[in-house]
């Protein structure tokens, strides 16, 4: 019996052909240079930053290239896949607001025409390439138990498969007929390996469109393309569902390049055209010794693509952030053009960076600032609303009973400003930022000994206090108090002789800050007084007067 009749014997009810596949499958219809690429996560939790930065590469070449981004979901690895991982997924590509040409919706439609969009509603197709193989001599079916005394065979094998630089032949690879019908007949489960046929001396050079030209010794070694369970696992699943769905760039990871040999030989025995790779670096994290680790969801909550909407990083100041990270040319693009949207920079493969990123929060945290300073009173209001409606719902009540005041509140030293305040970086900080908005304040941050200075001052202010109708006219009310109390409205003076006197109008200014806000430091204090009105303002001096 030949090769044929072992696959029919295998796959008794695969009655179609690759080609009958192929008609379902045609060939996109592309200009010169438009790249199809996709985002194909597996379904087994959460979304970790380091997938989120292979889709937003993957976004952004085709967006640059005027080309397609689709969606699939690889869920053929059951044992890892979790049931709300899916709705997980999807609900972080719509906080970012990452849109896809091709997917399949949450409730299994299919948008696009090269669906199903999900590998566990493929796998009829699987097994037709997988009966292929046999037929033409090129896989084999392998019958070794799964178990063996306390050991996994197969997963030993797989191990071996990446870490062995030694052929390593099947011993399933030269079953008869015979033998083969002899398990079918027996009930005993089957996977599918691919009959290598190299030896093991063999070397082959690939390319990646980030590190160019890779040397790497081919593969020799019979793996596996369908497991028992009829699934793929991703070599397999990969070789046929970019061919058939017309990828022609993938991005992944570089802890797939040590397997690329084996996905090549793959790619030729189906006899399908090699697809091009951008392999990415790994995003990393320094530790307290100052040792790079990978970034891992264990230890580090920013791992999870969800820390950013539950801490009020806006999206932009995210996707920026990423933007560094993959090209470092974005930062000076940037400050060549402070106010244009990230969208418009524009990179090739070429251009990612081939060192593994520092994951930085600091970092992230002065580019958010940047993208905060330029968003308009109104819009922050919005946003900060936004937020606290899902995260704070105590706060989102204040917010929208006195829309009028927050809304001045966010456009503090902001709105009209030409260069904006830049302290704050996320949704989340605002509440403690501004809370003596919420309430007056409790504690003061005096220094040493300003006591009695402070107490005297603020009762002089407060006798005299009258709601001023410009930042010139209370500062004038400022300066004409202090020079009465024997404060320098000369700064040169006071710098020369600082013994004659109380201290300098900046003492002052800030002794009304502490009295009104418990701080030495904040917004122009004029407009804080301007919201808060001549009552309140009145009854925060009277307050510090009597903690003093």
């Not at 791992?303 to 996707?319: I, R």
């Not at 936004?386 to 030293?413: H, N, P, Q, R, T």
């Not at 109708?469 to 109390?485: G, M, P, Q, R, T």
Request: glycine content about 4%; hydrophobic content about 35%; overall charge negative.
């Amino acid at each position: 019996m030949n090769s044929q009749d072992i696959a029919q014997l295998l796959f008794p009810d695969i009655n179609e052909s690759a080609d009958d596949i192929f008609k379902k499958y045609p060939k996109r219809m592309l200009k010169d240079g438009q790249m199809v690429t996709r985002f194909a996560p597996s379904p087994t939790g959460l979304v970790h930053i380091g997938n989120f930065f292979q889709a937003f590469i993957s976004y952004n070449i085709a967006k640059n290239t005027n080309g397609v981004l689709f969606l699939r979901i690889e869920d053929t690895d059951r044992k890892r896949e979790k049931v709300e991982a899916k709705k997980v997924l999807y609900d972080v590509l719509r906080r970012f607001d990452v849109k896809f040409d091709e997917y399949q919706t949450l409730d299994g439609k299919d948008v696009g025409n090269y669906g199903p969009y999900v590998q566990s509603q493929r796998e009829n197709i699987y097994k037709v390439f997988a009966k292929k193989l046999v037929a033409e001599g090129k896989a084999f079916p392998c019958f070794c138990k799964k178990t063996e005394g306390k050991e996994d065979v197969l997963k030993l094998r797989e191990q071996k498969f990446v870490q062995d630089d030694e052929r390593e032949y099947d011993s399933c690879r030269e079953l008869s007929y015979e033998e083969i019908k002899a398990h079918i007949d027996n009930g005993d489960s089957f996977a599918i390996r691919l009959k290598t046929k190299n030896q093991g001396n063999e070397r082959i050079v690939f390319n990646d469109l980030l590190k160019g030209d890779i040397e790497a010794k081919a593969n020799a070694k019979d793996f596996i393309i369908l497991k028992t369970d009829g699934t793929p696992p991703y070599p397999f699943a990969h070789a046929i569902d970019d061919t058939l769905m017309g990828t022609n760039i993938v991005v992944r990871g570089e802890e797939y390049i040590a397997s690329t040999p084996a996905h090549i030989e793959l790619f030729e025995a189906l006899g399908f055209k090699p697809i091009q790779y951008c392999h990415n670096p790994l995003i990393y994290k320094l530790n307290e010794q100052g040792n790079r680790r990978k970034i891992s969801k264990r230890y580090d909550p920013e791992s999870n693509m969800m820390f950013f909407p539950e801490n009020g990083y806006p999206n932009e100041a995210v996707f920026e952030y990423l933007l560094n990270m993959i090209n470092s040319g974005f930062e000076i693009w940037r400050k060549n053009n402070p106010t244009t949207s990230w969208q418009e920079f524009k990179f090739k493969p070429s251009d990612i960076t081939a060192v593994a990123p520092i994951f930085d929060l600091v970092k992230l945290n002065d580019i958010s600032k940047n993208v905060i300073s330029l968003i308009s009173g109104e819009k922050l209001y919005e946003n900060w609303l936004d937020w606290a409606e899902e995260y704070d719902g105590e706060l989102a009540k204040i917010l929208k009973s006195d829309k009028d005041k927050f809304v001045k509140v966010c456009a503090m030293d902001r709105d009209g400003r030409p260069k904006p305040r830049k302290d704050i970086y996320n949704y989340k900080m605002m509440k403690e930022k501004f809370h003596y908005f919420f309430a007056r304040p409790q504690n003061y941050q005096l220094d040493a000994g300003d006591e009695s200075k402070a107490k005297e001052f603020i009762e002089e202010y407060l006798r005299s206090f009258k709601m001023p109708a410009s930042n010139e006219e209370w500062f004038e009310d400022v300066k004409s108090i202090s020079a009465s109390l024997g404060y320098a409205t000369d700064n040169k003076a006071y710098k020369e002789h600082p013994e004659d006197y109380k201290g300098n109008v900046a003492k002052a200014c800030q002794f009304v800050r502490l009295a009104i806000t418990g701080e030495k430091d904040s917004p122009t204090l004029f407009t804080i007084i301007e919201i808060l009105g001549e009552e309140e303002t009145k009854a925060r001096l009277e307050q510090f007067i009597k903690k003093m």
